[in-house]
């Protein structure tokens, strides 16, 4: 069996999704290769895309956040579609000839771009079959515009959304976005600060997301004059230049501060509470952990969703200009009944093992794959 993962160098998530399936796979000894879909089709469009996204999303967010308004809206007659069908069937063809080459019995999309090209590449009799992740809380509305085999969604309250969005019911799979497997699991706060070298005592994580979004200096600012006894894991990600900032801050809290790092699951063990960006893996990764959220800096789109689906759901708390963040980390650390709440709401919709669910129905389909290939060969 071969499996065949088509991501989008676009956001951290969507490779991150497909690396989680990938591990429970390839432990199963299953053959997996996962590929940038543009920058195997043409390394100048993979560029330009990455570069757009990076650039609308954190120069222009409100920019980005009116084209995902946009997308939304378009039905799917209008010509822009139409004009984007075209060019993902001339993308598709440039696919097409690798996947001849690897001859996957599943091909696993985990960005709606890649879903597009192969939506629209012509199959010429091959039989494998075709699985799209929606790594967000919501449905984007190019999942519309993809004829897949299955969907793999976040949870099985979204399943009314993507009816509403051309999506058959019987085709989807509610069960999660896939994490890492180091996010499955969760050890006492106590121990984690123990291996993390951090005191035992109420701990707030901030996170700004892999490339550092946010205003994380005045959170952290924010945090700091707030009288509760607490401390502050910061995560900076790749930002090096916000990382010497808050190096450079005078806190009366003790602060522990890190760029890039491999162990958040271990971060988020120790941690009371997080203040994040709701970003779609991110977010799974926290209802895994059991962890409430303050939700800060959403990219207008997608990550609006995903607020929306949390709040109304009573998975997190968001600040605001009458719910400031210093009365939301105040409210978690100090009401303990409404944080439990919480916690067993977030147990209730948190799917930690949907990486090993999607697996175990990846592995399931191999019987039905030989019997259509066998049909195939008789039929020629």
Same mark, same amino acid.
């Given at each position: 069996?071969?499996?065949?993962?088509l991501?989008v160098?676009?956001?951290h998530?969507h490779?991150?999704?497909?690396?989680?399936?990938?591990?429970?796979?390839?432990?199963?000894?299953?053959?997996c290769? #996962?590929?940038?879909?543009?920058?195997?089709? !043409?390394?100048?469009?993979?560029?330009?895309? !990455?570069?757009?996204?990076?650039?609308?999303?954190?120069?222009t967010?409100?920019?980005?956040?009116?084209?995902?308004? $946009?997308?939304?809206? %378009?039905d799917?007659?209008?010509?822009?579609l139409?004009?984007s069908?075209?060019? !993902?069937?001339i993308w598709?063809?440039?696919?097409?000839?690798?996947?001849?080459?690897?001859?996957? &019995?599943?091909?696993?999309?985990?960005?709606?771009?890649?879903?597009?090209v192969?939506?629209?590449?012509?199959?010429?009799?091959? !039989?494998?079959?075709?699985i799209?992740?929606?790594? &967000?809380f919501t449905?984007?509305?190019?999942?519309?515009?993809?004829?897949l085999?299955?969907y793999?969604?976040a949870?099985? =309250?979204?399943?009314?959304?993507?009816?509403?969005?051309?999506?058959?019911?019987?085709?989807? %799979?509610?069960?999660?976005?896939?994490?890492?497997k180091?996010?499955?699991s969760?050890?006492?706060?106590?121990?984690?600060?123990?291996? =993390?070298?951090?005191? &035992?005592?109420?701990t707030v994580?901030?996170?700004?997301?892999?490339?550092?979004?946010?205003?994380?200096?005045?959170?952290?600012?924010?945090? @700091?004059?707030? @009288?509760?006894?607490?401390?502050?894991?910061?995560?900076?990600?790749? *930002?090096?230049?916000i990382k010497?900032?808050?190096d450079?801050?005078?806190?009366?809290?003790?602060l522990?501060?890190?760029?890039?790092?491999?162990?958040?699951?271990?971060?988020? @063990?120790a941690?009371?509470?997080i $203040? /994040?960006?709701?970003?779609g893996?991110?977010?799974?990764?926290c %209802?895994?952990?059991?962890?409430p959220?303050?939700?800060? *800096?959403?990219?207008?789109?997608?990550?609006?969703?995903?607020?929306?689906f =949390? %709040?109304?759901?009573g998975l997190?708390?968001?600040e605001?200009?009458?719910?400031?963040?210093?009365?939301?980390?105040?409210?978690i650390?100090?009401?303990q009944?409404?944080t439990?709440?919480?916690?067993?709401?977030?147990?209730?919709?948190?799917?930690?093992?949907?990486?090993?669910?999607?697996? @175990?129905?990846?592995?399931?389909?191999?019987?039905? #794959?030989?019997?259509a290939?066998?049909? /195939?060969?008789e039929?020629?």
């Amino acid at each position: 069996m071969k499996v065949l993962f088509l991501s989008v160098n676009a956001g951290h998530g969507h490779n991150q999704t497909a690396k989680a399936v990938m591990e429970c796979l390839e432990e199963k000894n299953i053959e997996c290769r #996962m590929i940038d879909t543009f920058e195997y089709i !043409n390394p100048v469009i993979s560029k330009s895309i !990455n570069k757009g996204y990076l650039i609308s999303t954190k120069l222009t967010p409100g920019f980005y956040g009116k084209l995902y308004r $946009l997308a939304e809206k %378009l039905d799917k007659s209008d010509a822009k579609l139409k004009v984007s069908r075209h060019t !993902n069937t001339i993308w598709g063809k440039k696919l097409k000839g690798f996947i001849e080459g690897y001859n996957p &019995d599943v091909v696993v999309c985990s960005h709606p771009f890649a879903a597009q090209v192969v939506t629209y590449m012509e199959r010429d009799g091959q !039989n494998f079959i075709t699985i799209g992740i929606v790594t &967000d809380f919501t449905i984007h509305p190019f999942w519309g515009d993809t004829r897949l085999d299955y969907y793999v969604i976040a949870n099985e =309250l979204l399943v009314h959304q993507a009816e509403m969005k051309g999506l058959d019911p019987k085709q989807l %799979l509610p069960t999660g976005i896939p994490i890492m497997k180091k996010f499955a699991s969760r050890i006492p706060a106590a121990d984690a600060r123990a291996a =993390l070298g951090i005191e &035992d005592k109420s701990t707030v994580l901030v996170m700004s997301g892999s490339m550092g979004y946010g205003n994380i200096v005045k959170i952290i600012e924010q945090l @700091d004059e707030m @009288d509760l006894d607490f401390q502050i894991l910061s995560v900076c990600g790749r *930002n090096k230049a916000i990382k010497k900032r808050i190096d450079n801050l005078e806190m009366r809290k003790k602060l522990y501060n890190f760029g890039f790092v491999n162990n958040v699951e271990l971060m988020m @063990d120790a941690a009371d509470c997080i $203040l /994040t960006k709701p970003g779609g893996l991110t977010v799974s990764e926290c %209802l895994a952990k059991g962890l409430p959220m303050v939700l800060v *800096n959403p990219i207008p789109g997608q990550e609006d969703r995903n607020v929306e689906f =949390l %709040l109304n759901n009573g998975l997190a708390m968001k600040e605001s200009k009458t719910f400031t963040l210093d009365m939301a980390v105040h409210q978690i650390l100090t009401d303990q009944e409404n944080t439990m709440r919480m916690k067993e709401r977030i147990s209730s919709l948190g799917r930690p093992h949907a990486a090993q669910a999607l697996c @175990d129905f990846i592995l399931s389909q191999e019987g039905l #794959m030989e019997t259509a290939n066998a049909t /195939t060969t008789e039929t020629h």
